[in-house]
């Protein structure tokens, strides 16, 4: 894929109403669908790679999927309970999809086997392994259980008290669903609260959690289901992503004198974070919230201003998936700015913290990879070709810091793993030419 530099003579001001819908609610619609008491309408729904793999687990599981129009979808759940299926569970490139499926699955009957396309199944799953094991899972995987595909025995498992040492919502969302499952009382603890969709959803859906804050973090409190009880069904409208916005916003503040209304956004304060940091930068955002469906959804407003440099150590939970693009930031901005605490950034679809860093490199800006980040010094982004290593996020950042230089990024086929119309807003918002090329 070849992105064009926009002229200097150029700016874009437009309302985007077409952003991907949000990933991580729509995983959880088709996952927790699984669980109701009757049909469950979802409209909407992402239609990515990710979310779609997804999808088709859940229909292997037993979900039977209505289709009422173009953009609505009628979830059917199994009526007795999640079905033991006969071949593999795919997952594709879902991290989100394989963690939270073996969470639920460790605790329902049956033989289950998840796998992932050559990237997930590089992917480190020892932190769902081990606290699922701990509490009576039989999960095994590759290379002494770090690794997929596994192969899970459901059985019932233990209520527990988890720690975990790192806000994880994928780590939390597991242990969630299994502690469902659970013969006890169940109590999860994180440093930081990560992001609560889980939470939220299965808390309309009929769950009590209770949270409680202290000096150790957050802890989450709740029951097993009892025997044989499923959840309320529910209707949702998914928004859009936030973190697919991120990107649009990302181009208002490096193209001068640009404005962009990123329209019916998740507004969850564990998700906007990345444009918080932005707004520390110099940039002006604005939000508007218009209604509320477990999460508050609005627009929000981003004009460009001149950015200086930032230091981000913390929240960082809220933000990992939106770092690469804020790197681009980093690199248009005035001053060095600093990424700290994201070691997680090491084991998502590549190696973020070196590809981010070797994109920049080749672009011209001087910068500096520490184990747990990096640092950017501002600069002048220069014409290069990227190669994303089959990294959706790492793709998409590069391409819009092609919006003031040029770039060619390299494996940008994977773009459709999160945002499938990422390409077509791109060249319809901001002028851009552009080929996709497969490596």
């Known amino acids: ?3 064009t530099k926009i002229d200097k003579a150029q700016t874009f001001s437009s309302a985007i109403n ?13 996952i927790f669908s699984l669980l109701c008491d009757g049909a469950c309408e979802v ?10 793999h997804t999808l088709k687990i859940a229909s292997q599981l037993g979900l039977e999927v209505e289709h009422i129009s173009s953009t609505c979808m009628r979830f059917i759940p199994p009526k007795d309970g999640i079905v033991e299926p006969s071949d593999v569970l ?35 799953m020892k932190r769902i392994i081990e606290p699922l094991t701990n509490i009576g899972a039989k999960i095994y995987g590759r290379c002494h259980n770090s690794l997929a595909p596994l192969s899970i025995i459901g059985r019932e498992l233990q209520g527990f008290s988890y720690v975990s040492n790192i806000a994880s919502a994928q780590v939390k969302s597991a242990m969630i669903l299994a502690g469902l499952y659970s013969n006890a009382h169940n109590t999860f603890s994180e440093p930081l609260l990560s992001r609560d969709h889980t939470e939220r959803m299965l808390g309309g859906m009929g769950v009590e959690f209770r949270t409680h804050h202290d000096s150790n973090g957050i802890h989450i409190s709740f029951d097993p289901l009892p025997k044989g009880k499923k959840l309320h069904a529910f209707k949702m409208r998914i928004p859009a992503d936030p973190s697919s916005a991120f990107y649009f916003a990302l181009a208002a503040c490096i193209v001068p004198d640009s404005h962009v209304v990123l329209e019916n956004v998740l507004l969850n304060p564990t998700r906007i974070e990345a444009f918080e940091i932005l707004k520390k930068m110099g940039a002006k955002i604005s939000y508007t919230r218009k209604y509320s469906q477990y999460e508050d ?7 460009y201003a001149p950015l200086s440099a930032i230091e981000v150590a913390h929240n960082i939970a809220w933000l990992i998936d939106e770092i690469p693009a804020l790197s681009i930031a980093f690199a248009c901005a005035k ?20 590809t981010t860093i070797e994109g920049l490199r080749a672009m011209g800006i001087e910068c500096e990879e520490f184990e747990d ?3 950017v010094q ?6 290069a070709s990227v190669d994303s290593q089959g990294d959706h996020r790492i793709a998409m950042s590069f391409a819009i810091a092609g919006l003031v230089c040029g770039v060619e990024i390299r494996d940008s086929a994977c773009i459709d793993v999160s945002f499938p119309n990422f390409l077509e807003i791109l060249l319809q918002f901001t002028r851009v030419e552009s080929t996709q090329t497969h490596s």
Request: hydrophobic fraction near 35%; glycine fraction near 14%; charge should be positive.
């Open 1 to 3: 894929m070849r992105i």
């Open 18 to 30: 077409t952003i991907a819908a949000d990933k991580s609610i729509s995983h959880r619609c088709a």
């Open 43 to 52: 409209e909407n729904y992402l239609l990515g790679e990710d979310t779609l």
């Open 90 to 124: 795919d997952c594709g490139n879902a991290g989100t999809g394989m963690r939270l499926y073996a969470g639920l699955l460790a605790g329902v009957q049956g033989y289950f086997v998840l796998s992932g396309d050559m990237y997930l199944n590089k992917r480190p």
């Open 297 to 303: 959804i609005g627009d929000i407003e981003v004009r």
């Open 335 to 354: 001053g060095k700015s600093i990424v700290r605490n994201a070691k997680e950034l090491r084991v998502k679809e590549s190696d973020r913290i070196t």
């Open 373 to 375: 980040g990096f640092s």
């Open 378 to 383: 501002g600069g002048e982004l220069k014409r």
